[in-house]
């Protein structure tokens, strides 16, 4: 069992947005600002989406964004495109065991 | 940008011990950390420990406290991660990432393979 709640699996049409939560305690999400998100293609390392909650890596795409509310987290994809098809993982800090990821959720791409 | 270039895929034995490398393309470390994480067939994330090279200081998921050491060797920009006493449970990609506990990792390595079978 992950440390991070997350939607198994997501569905969006090209071109709308869809939202993937990430619900932890107030050992981790709820009192940190250090909650980072990752795309993984199949077969692919993961790679860096969003970091300390809502900060974008040079080079991802605006359409990626990043909010926090109380324990839960999400990861926003607006304008869905093919390619964003992917498995997702938040991940954040925690007090009780150092680093803790979601369990990922399939991103499918209607 | 730096690059993490990791050592090929390995098959051991049950109770066996493997150690995985991962290369920085960068001539030095710097004041980074660097991250492993696993990832069983099929299976999401998990963080085995960290380390910070410039320092020489490690930590580790407590579920493998006494099986995992990593260390980093700052001459040759290369870290290191050795599980000891193999279990089939720990076959998994290994993958090292540029980050502390509080950092976003990135780049990550392009993975280690280990597959524990008799």
Redesign the interface.
Known sequence: Q?ALTQPASVSGSLGQSITISCTGTSSDVGD?N?V?W?QQHPGK????M???VRYR?SGVSDRFSGSKSGNTASLTISGLQAEDEADY?C?S?SSV????????TKLTVL | QVQLVQSGAEVKKPGSSVKVSCKASAGTFGSYAL?W?RQAPGQ????VG?VIPMFGSS?Y??KFQGRVTITADDSSTTAYMELNNLRSEDTAMY?C?RGS???????????TLVTVSS
């Open positions: 992950s940190y250090y980072s990752y390392a993961p790679k860096l969003i970091y300390d890596p993982y991940s800090y065991t150092t680093r803790v990821f979601g369990g990922g | 991250t994480v999401g994330l998990e963080w960290g930590n998921a407590q993958y990432a506990d509080l950092e976003g990792l990135d780049p990550w390595g392009q993975g």
